[in-house]
Nanobody
Framework: QVQLVESGGGLVQAGGSLRLSCAAS????????MGWFRQAPGKEREFVLG????????NYAASVKGRFTISRDNAKNTVYLQMNSLKPEDTAVYYC?????????????????WGQGTQVTVSS
């Protein structure tokens, strides 16, 4: 089992940047595929980005490709979400998740463990 704690959320103006971090504890971090999801008010939780165990494979949602990147540091048990060129429609609670899968899945059901989320608000 793994515990996940997100940090780095906040309020930013449109066009700005934020970097989210997700610190993991528990079972070996490098054994998990990691993903970021987000949930806006009144909407379903949606996949944003995922990264393979060693970071060699990344899966993107079309809405963030070219603006958001994901990376991981297995030595620090941390996964990052770098968000650039933020838009008001990126406003959501962002969740870190861990998957036992061997491939980078893009569905909510593919992830076994979840953090509590961190709020990102982008003002226009």
């Amino acid at each position: 089992q793994v515990q996940l704690v997100e940090s780095g959320g906040g309020l930013v103006q449109a066009g700005g940047s934020l970097r989210l971090s997700c610190a993991a504890s528990g079972r070996t971090f490098s054994s998990y595929v990691m993903g970021w999801f987000r949930q806006a008010p009144g909407k379903e939780r949606e996949f944003v980005l995922g990264i393979s165990r060693r970071g060699g494979s990344i899966n993107y949602a079309a809405s963030v490709k070219g603006r958001f990147t994901i990376s991981r540091d297995n030595a620090k048990n941390t996964v990052y979400l770098q968000m650039n060129s933020l838009k008001p429609e990126d406003t959501a609670v962002y969740y870190c998740a861990a998957s036992d899968s061997i491939v980078v899945v893009a569905t909510r059901s593919g992830y076994n463990y979840w953090g509590q989320g961190t709020q990102v608000t982008v003002s226009s």
